[in-house]
């Protein structure tokens, strides 16, 4: 079975750093790209970042790119996102979801994990 | 700055048809943007539905169905279930910046 559980959320003041981890199982990790989503309150989703199976590639949305990095230890089968110069518009849910194999989405979702930027 | 629109909201009777679209400021929606389509009840995370167009996951109902339509990308719901009441995002594919974009999603009322 197939699993994503996020972690590493939490308050945070405005201007700090946080890191999310993402534990999987069920897959064989290093053989799919690797997402993260979030959600603000009350409203859509927006896509954050992906990293290819290997680490090597990655991208980002621009409203994070520079603040936010992404990566994995694909001994440990585990997606971070390390999140710096935090601002209140990052507040969100935080979701990761495993990335389809031979195209350009997402499969499996965990039920993420809340971060709130706040002073 | 890329846009994806949806309708805000639509509301359909149980047993109908309803179709939601997709569209981006870039043009005509095409294959070429494997368009994803995420169900999303509240409180709950999302759920992935239809990939590179038209292809469902294992546990997508087969009422749930993906396609092209006049430039846009379109899911149609066909015997709707009061359960079908949800969320729905659509998710584009911009393989020149290699990124993604969501829709600001539509609203189903079954009613």
């Known amino acids: 079975e197939v699993q994503l559980v996020e972690s590493g959320g939490g308050l945070v003041q405005p201007g700090g750093p946080l890191r999310l981890s993402c534990a999987t199982s069920?897959?064989?990790?290093?053989?799919?790209?690797m997402h993260w989503v979030r959600q603000g309150p009350g409203k859509g989703l927006v896509w954050v970042s992906r990293v290819s199976g290997d680490g090597r590639s990655t991208s980002y949305a621009e409203s994070v790119k520079g603040r936010f990095t992404i990566s994995r230890d694909n001994a440990k089968n585990t997606l971070y996102l390390q999140m710096n110069s935090l601002r209140d518009e990052d507040t969100a849910v935080y979701y990761c979801a495993r990335g389809v194999r031979g195209s350009y989405g997402t499969d499996y979702w965990g039920q993420g994990t809340l971060v709130t930027v706040s002073s | 700055q890329t846009v994806v629109t949806q309708e805000p909201s639509l509301t359909v009777s149980p047993g109908g048809t309803v179709t939601l679209t997709c569209a981006s400021n870039?043009?005509?929606?095409?294959?070429?943007?494997?368009p994803n389509w995420f169900q999303q009840k509240p409180g709950q995370a999302p759920r992935a539905l239809i990939y590179?167009?038209?292809n469902k996951h294992s546990w997508t109902p087969a009422r749930f169905s993906g396609s092209l339509l006049g430039g846009k990308a379109a899911l149609t719901l066909s015997g709707v279930q009061p359960e079908d009441e949800a969320d729905y995002y659509c998710?584009?594919?911009?393989?020149?910046?290699?990124?993604?974009?969501f829709g600001g999603g539509t609203k189903l009322t079954v009613l």
């Open positions: 998710m584009l594919f911009y393989g020149g910046v290699l990124r993604w974009e």
């Open positions: 069920g897959f064989t990790f290093n053989s799919y790209w």
């Open positions: 590179s167009t038209n």
């Open positions: 870039t043009g005509a929606v095409t294959s070429d943007y494997y």
